[in-house]
Protein backbone atom coordinates (compact mmCIF):
# COMPACT_ATOMS: atom_id res chain seq x y z
CA UNK A 1 0.00 0.00 0.00
CA UNK A 2 0.99 3.71 -1.07
CA UNK A 3 2.25 5.47 2.42
CA UNK A 4 2.51 9.24 2.51
CA UNK A 5 3.93 10.27 6.80
CA UNK A 6 3.40 13.23 8.28
CA UNK A 7 5.84 13.94 11.14
CA UNK A 8 2.92 15.67 13.55
CA UNK A 9 -0.63 15.50 13.26
CA UNK A 10 -1.30 18.70 15.54
CA UNK A 11 1.03 21.60 16.56
CA UNK A 12 0.81 24.67 18.58
CA UNK A 13 3.07 27.31 18.12
CA UNK A 14 3.58 30.84 18.90
CA UNK A 15 3.81 33.83 16.96
CA UNK A 16 7.58 33.56 15.99
CA UNK A 17 8.42 30.46 16.21
CA UNK A 18 10.01 28.22 13.65
CA UNK A 19 8.17 25.21 12.30
CA UNK A 20 9.63 22.09 11.11
CA UNK A 21 6.82 20.24 8.95
CA UNK A 22 8.38 16.67 7.61
CA UNK A 23 6.55 14.29 4.91
CA UNK A 24 8.19 11.05 4.15
CA UNK A 25 6.88 8.53 1.39
CA UNK A 26 7.70 4.98 0.52
CA UNK A 27 7.11 4.65 -2.88
CA UNK A 28 10.23 5.84 -4.62
CA UNK A 29 7.64 9.19 -6.06
CA UNK A 30 9.83 11.80 -8.02
CA UNK A 31 7.20 14.34 -7.41
CA UNK A 32 6.11 15.58 -3.71
CA UNK A 33 3.93 18.78 -3.00
CA UNK A 34 3.11 20.71 -0.22
CA UNK A 35 -0.58 22.15 0.33
CA UNK A 36 -2.30 23.95 3.01
CA UNK A 37 -5.95 24.09 3.32
CA UNK A 38 -8.65 26.73 4.82
CA UNK A 39 -12.03 26.43 4.73
CA UNK A 40 -13.70 28.79 1.89
CA UNK A 41 -10.51 28.74 0.04
CA UNK A 42 -9.54 24.61 -0.52
CA UNK A 43 -6.71 23.61 -1.25
CA UNK A 44 -3.36 25.50 -1.85
CA UNK A 45 -0.32 24.68 -3.82
CA UNK A 46 2.73 26.18 -1.50
CA UNK A 47 6.11 24.12 -3.35
CA UNK A 48 6.47 21.55 -4.76
CA UNK A 49 9.78 19.41 -5.90
CA UNK A 50 10.16 17.18 -9.09
CA UNK A 51 13.64 15.27 -8.06
CA UNK A 52 16.09 15.39 -5.41
CA UNK A 53 17.24 19.15 -4.21
CA UNK A 54 14.60 20.57 -7.05
CA UNK A 55 11.69 22.60 -5.84
CA UNK A 56 9.40 24.79 -7.16
CA UNK A 57 6.99 27.77 -5.76
CA UNK A 58 3.42 27.00 -5.36
CA UNK A 59 0.69 29.89 -5.53
CA UNK A 60 1.34 30.82 -1.75
CA UNK A 61 5.03 30.18 -1.09
CA UNK A 62 5.30 33.54 0.86
CA UNK A 63 6.60 32.87 4.36
CA UNK A 64 7.62 29.13 3.23
CA UNK A 65 10.61 27.39 2.51
CA UNK A 66 11.19 23.63 1.76
CA UNK A 67 13.93 21.16 1.76
CA UNK A 68 14.85 17.88 -0.68
CA UNK A 69 17.40 16.33 0.36
CA UNK A 70 16.56 12.66 -0.01
CA UNK A 71 13.85 10.99 -2.59
CA UNK A 72 11.56 10.06 -0.13
CA UNK A 73 11.47 13.26 2.17
CA UNK A 74 10.11 16.56 1.60
CA UNK A 75 10.24 19.25 4.16
CA UNK A 76 8.20 22.31 4.66
CA UNK A 77 9.85 25.17 7.23
CA UNK A 78 7.93 28.53 8.61
CA UNK A 79 10.99 30.22 9.68
CA UNK A 80 9.03 32.85 11.73
CA UNK A 81 5.70 31.84 12.29
CA UNK A 82 2.36 34.05 11.77
CA UNK A 83 -1.23 33.20 13.10
CA UNK A 84 -2.14 34.02 9.21
CA UNK A 85 -0.49 30.04 8.75
CA UNK A 86 -2.63 28.58 11.23
CA UNK A 87 -3.89 25.85 8.74
CA UNK A 88 -3.64 22.45 7.83
CA UNK A 89 -0.64 21.53 6.09
CA UNK A 90 -1.18 18.33 3.33
CA UNK A 91 2.13 16.56 1.93
CA UNK A 92 1.56 14.65 -1.67
CA UNK A 93 3.81 12.56 -3.68
CA UNK A 94 3.17 11.39 -7.34
CA UNK A 95 4.82 9.39 -9.81
CA UNK A 96 5.72 10.23 -13.31
CA UNK A 97 6.54 7.76 -16.27
CA UNK A 98 8.94 9.26 -18.09
CA UNK A 99 8.52 7.98 -21.65
CA UNK A 100 5.34 5.46 -21.09
CA UNK A 101 2.94 7.85 -19.68
CA UNK A 102 2.49 11.02 -17.20
CA UNK A 103 0.31 9.63 -14.53
CA UNK A 104 0.79 12.62 -11.79
CA UNK A 105 -1.40 9.95 -9.41
CA UNK A 106 -1.32 12.24 -6.25
CA UNK A 107 -1.51 10.82 -2.70
CA UNK A 108 -1.55 12.59 0.56
CA UNK A 109 -0.38 11.91 3.86
CA UNK A 110 -3.00 12.43 6.79
CA UNK A 111 -2.41 16.15 7.54
CA UNK A 112 -0.52 18.40 10.28
CA UNK A 113 -2.71 20.85 11.55
CA UNK A 114 -0.81 24.01 12.59
CA UNK A 115 -2.33 26.51 15.29
CA UNK A 116 -0.53 29.46 15.47
CA UNK A 117 -1.04 31.77 19.03
CA UNK B 1 -4.30 30.20 -14.21
CA UNK B 2 -6.94 27.27 -15.00
CA UNK B 3 -10.27 27.94 -13.51
CA UNK B 4 -11.91 24.76 -11.68
CA UNK B 5 -15.89 24.85 -10.42
CA UNK B 6 -17.38 22.08 -8.81
CA UNK B 7 -21.07 21.96 -8.29
CA UNK B 8 -23.64 21.45 -6.30
CA UNK B 9 -21.56 22.96 -3.00
CA UNK B 10 -23.44 21.28 -1.09
CA UNK B 11 -25.42 18.14 -0.97
CA UNK B 12 -27.52 16.13 1.51
CA UNK B 13 -28.88 12.91 0.35
CA UNK B 14 -30.81 9.74 2.06
CA UNK B 15 -28.81 6.71 2.03
CA UNK B 16 -29.92 4.71 -0.75
CA UNK B 17 -29.65 7.69 -3.52
CA UNK B 18 -27.79 8.47 -6.08
CA UNK B 19 -25.89 11.60 -7.08
CA UNK B 20 -24.10 12.86 -9.69
CA UNK B 21 -21.63 15.84 -8.96
CA UNK B 22 -19.93 17.79 -11.70
CA UNK B 23 -16.41 19.52 -12.27
CA UNK B 24 -15.95 22.12 -15.01
CA UNK B 25 -12.53 23.50 -15.87
CA UNK B 26 -11.50 26.42 -17.88
CA UNK B 27 -8.82 25.24 -20.10
CA UNK B 28 -7.39 22.33 -21.94
CA UNK B 29 -5.63 19.75 -19.56
CA UNK B 30 -4.19 16.18 -19.33
CA UNK B 31 -4.45 15.26 -15.65
CA UNK B 32 -7.83 15.14 -13.87
CA UNK B 33 -8.44 13.44 -10.65
CA UNK B 34 -11.35 13.11 -7.86
CA UNK B 35 -10.76 12.78 -4.67
CA UNK B 36 -12.55 11.86 -1.03
CA UNK B 37 -11.72 13.91 2.22
CA UNK B 38 -13.29 11.74 5.08
CA UNK B 39 -14.32 13.64 8.29
CA UNK B 40 -10.90 12.99 9.76
CA UNK B 41 -9.22 14.61 7.20
CA UNK B 42 -7.53 12.17 5.03
CA UNK B 43 -8.14 12.51 1.24
CA UNK B 44 -8.17 9.56 -0.86
CA UNK B 45 -7.46 9.51 -4.43
CA UNK B 46 -11.05 7.87 -6.25
CA UNK B 47 -9.80 8.08 -9.76
CA UNK B 48 -7.43 9.34 -12.26
CA UNK B 49 -9.27 10.18 -15.18
CA UNK B 50 -8.33 12.49 -17.46
CA UNK B 51 -10.93 11.40 -20.57
CA UNK B 52 -13.15 8.35 -20.73
CA UNK B 53 -15.21 6.36 -17.83
CA UNK B 54 -13.85 4.37 -14.93
CA UNK B 55 -16.20 2.47 -12.52
CA UNK B 56 -14.91 1.26 -9.11
CA UNK B 57 -17.51 -0.45 -6.98
CA UNK B 58 -20.39 2.04 -6.65
CA UNK B 59 -18.33 4.78 -8.11
CA UNK B 60 -17.80 5.79 -11.63
CA UNK B 61 -16.66 8.95 -13.47
CA UNK B 62 -16.71 10.78 -16.84
CA UNK B 63 -14.24 12.92 -18.35
CA UNK B 64 -14.96 14.98 -21.73
CA UNK B 65 -12.12 16.94 -21.85
CA UNK B 66 -13.01 18.16 -25.39
CA UNK B 67 -16.03 20.12 -23.19
CA UNK B 68 -14.04 20.70 -20.43
CA UNK B 69 -15.99 18.68 -17.48
CA UNK B 70 -16.02 15.94 -15.47
CA UNK B 71 -18.74 13.82 -13.62
CA UNK B 72 -18.44 11.56 -10.22
CA UNK B 73 -21.89 9.41 -9.63
CA UNK B 74 -22.03 7.76 -6.29
CA UNK B 75 -24.87 5.25 -6.43
CA UNK B 76 -26.36 3.33 -3.34
CA UNK B 77 -25.03 5.88 -1.47
CA UNK B 78 -23.84 4.88 1.99
CA UNK B 79 -23.42 7.10 5.30
CA UNK B 80 -19.24 6.25 5.15
CA UNK B 81 -19.51 8.41 1.39
CA UNK B 82 -19.92 11.53 3.33
CA UNK B 83 -17.44 14.03 3.29
CA UNK B 84 -15.95 16.50 0.89
CA UNK B 85 -15.46 15.37 -2.53
CA UNK B 86 -12.39 17.37 -4.73
CA UNK B 87 -11.68 17.49 -8.73
CA UNK B 88 -8.35 18.67 -9.37
CA UNK B 89 -6.81 19.33 -12.86
CA UNK B 90 -3.36 20.14 -14.47
CA UNK B 91 -1.56 19.56 -16.97
CA UNK B 92 1.29 17.34 -17.02
CA UNK B 93 4.88 18.67 -17.93
CA UNK B 94 7.82 15.39 -18.68
CA UNK B 95 9.62 14.86 -15.88
CA UNK B 96 7.96 17.33 -13.10
CA UNK B 97 4.43 15.41 -12.69
CA UNK B 98 2.68 18.71 -12.56
CA UNK B 99 1.04 20.50 -10.43
CA UNK B 100 -3.02 20.21 -9.70
CA UNK B 101 -5.41 22.95 -9.37
CA UNK B 102 -8.26 21.65 -7.16
CA UNK B 103 -11.99 22.79 -7.28
CA UNK B 104 -13.41 23.78 -3.78
CA UNK B 105 -15.50 20.88 -3.13
CA UNK B 106 -18.81 19.39 -2.99
CA UNK B 107 -19.46 18.93 0.95
CA UNK B 108 -21.72 15.57 1.04
CA UNK B 109 -23.79 14.40 3.93
CA UNK B 110 -25.26 11.13 3.36
CA UNK B 111 -28.48 10.66 6.46
CA UNK B 112 -29.43 6.76 7.51
Known amino acids: DVKVTQSSRYLVKRTGEKVFLECVQD?????MFWYRQDPGLGLRLIYF???????EKGDIPEGYSVSREKKERFSLILESTSTNQTSMYLC????????????????FGEGSRLTVL | GIQVEQSPPDLILQEGANSTLRCNFS?????LQWFHQNPWGQLINLFYIPSGTKQNGRLSATTVATERYSLLYISSSQTTDSGVYFCAVGKVVYNQGGKLIFGQGTELSVKP
Open chain 1, 92 to 107: ASSLTLAGVQYTGELF
Open chain 2, 27 to 31: DSVNN
Open chain 1, 27 to 31: MDHEN
Open chain 1, 49 to 55: SYDVKMK
